[in-house]
């Protein structure tokens, strides 16, 4: 997280679902019931901000609060997803900042095979973005679905690699600036 | 402080270091020397008799050559995946002698430190290159870039100047598909002490591809963030342990891969 | 002939001499190509930059002489044909290198202003030892953002930046803190009015990160890349080799760098 960084407090805001470990009295305005308390047991889909602060107890094995879950857009039906073609996937409607989310959440789990399956995904899709990113006559069938399902981190690179191949097409002539 | 520019030199900052190249060319009138920021400039005197060329392309600016180079990009075994080799810098090895050390002729700044000077700052693109015969022929550093500005300037002075146009769009092509098919080689630089290597390379090349590469190895590393803690963690446990005997360092070196 | 001509042509001595120009022309672009390419700010070149700058004047005085020279006899070009050529070759070979210096300070303002008080945080660790705990004593009445910029009265080794840099740095930050102040912070509690606050576990004060990629050529015979840990440099990682062109951590590299033996792309 870093404190001036947009990309990262947005995505300290997606929600993951926290389950509640103890009763916690006055804070049922999180379920909508406000003036209520929380049982035991209640889940609840809280921002990664607040629900990675609430869970620290249980990460230091003292007492817990909340217990952290999967968030849907990291479930294991998306990893399978992923791993059958990662560039069907739509990442955008799954979350804005897939990675960065993704990220995070691998820093409070353990999780090797993620890891593998994400690094894999992220090639397999940068090579794809490289593709349409040098296309000078810009997204075509199949590309727009595409590029419309592009997390933010991966605009990002579309971005950086097409403006560099237009710098490189408007020096060598092929391409007028603007 | 609004600086527009993004991390790298962009390509028309290559280009402009482009311009820094040394290239011969044949004075039609007499000039004195000058004493420029960018170093001393000989005095220019025509040659005598007058000759009708105005310009001496480097060795490689020429279609056999760029055919040669072309044939083992598009057809060697050894490179299916790499660039051809590129020009050797003062005191290496030229590929014919893959066995012997590289020598690093060192020049010393005026503060005493060591120097090795390359592109653009050494003769890749002058015509009295200094290249023996055996040698294969190799792009210089600044191929793009070079080859592009004397097309324009100079295509009289070239040996069948579209032959060579065309030469240079095929390599650009064939040495384009090679970078980008290459993303799947990139998880090597995302860990701590590895790499890709991209030898040969041109600098127009890198300003073309640098945001994206840089860009997927960056995050490609972030993505492995967990994973390399715990491996370290791991491997300081070995350590404290007394049980690290370094062989699980050498394997992992295995992991790169020429690109 | 003046005194101070005369010392003027003593210092300029050796390392203004006409070949080592082309040496420092090398230096000076081989430098911007590498404060381009990294995100942190490099190590000032103080001497380098210093014979920069003397060349650049005295080029300027020479053409200033030359198109003087021009003007006393506008009619009688046969004297010297070749002068207004020369003057633009001048001109042009004088453009380019202001455009390098320009663009390396415009890099390096660039950096400073984004990461402001990290580099300021690191200035006031240069200072000498002795003279510290200032800044705990001041923490403890904090009432405006311009308490937490450091104080740089005490510091006289400005490393990684030069003395004008540092000023800099430290005056923008002062502005900053004023500006934030008088539009929104006076209004915070007290305790939110800090400039580089930790709390949440999210440091306000960003730092360049020296884990990104870069383009390096192998000079040296060989090279290996350092791998970085959290306790500094730890092992060895791939081994490069003369020539070769690797895209590798910056961090890895980095003191290889430092002694001539890569450089940046």
Redesign the interface.
Known sequence: MSYYDVDSILTDAQKLPCTFELEVPGLGILEGNPGEDIKPGTRIDLPLWLGEMLSIGARLGTSRLVTLDMPPALSERVMNALKADPRTVDLRALAPHFYSLSERILELFEEEEMVDVLTETFKRRAAEISDHAHNPRGAVGDGVDFLRGLDETERQLFRAAHDRAKEMRVWSGEAKKK | ???P?????????I???AE?EMVTVVPR????G????????EPLVPPRPSTPREYYPPAWLHPDPLSLILEVESQHQDYKNAFSP?L??P??PSIRDNGL????R??Y???G??????P??LPQNTAQMTISSRDPPALPFHWVEIG?MLLEAASDDLVEADQVRRLLKDLREIR?SKM??G??A??A??V??????????G??E??????????????????????EQ?R?EQM?EQRANGGYNGTQ?EE??ED?MEF | MDIDDILASVDRGAGASAESAAMDHQLLTRFWVAERAVSEVLPWPTVLMDRMMDRVRMQIESIEDLAASSADVPTNNTHNPNLNLRLSILQTDLARTQYLIRSLLRQRLAKLTKYSMHYLVKLSGNKNPLSQSQSQSQSQSQATPSDSVPDLSTVTDFTPLSENEANFVHSHQNLLAGHYSGSFMEAFPRQLRRLDDNAGGTSMIQGPDTKESVFVRCLAGEVPVIVVGDEGEEDIGVTMRMGDVWVVRWEGIKSAWEKGEVELL
């Open positions: 402080m609004a600086f520019l993004p991390r790298g030199i962009t390509p028309s900052e280009a402009f270091l820094m009138q007499r000039l004195e000058l004493e420029l920021l960018g170093g001393p400039v590129p050797p810098l005191g290496q050390a590289p020598k690093a060192p020049q700044t005026p503060d430190d060591r120097y090795f000077p390359s653009p700052f592009n384009l980008r098919a993303v799947d990139l998880d630089a995302a701590g002490g590895g790499g890709v290597a991209l030898t040969g390379v600098a127009m890198v300003g073309e591809e640098r945001g994206f590469l840089s860009g997927v190895v960056d995050n490609l590393r972030k993505i492995g963030a967990s994973k715990a370290r300081a360092d992992e070196e790169y």
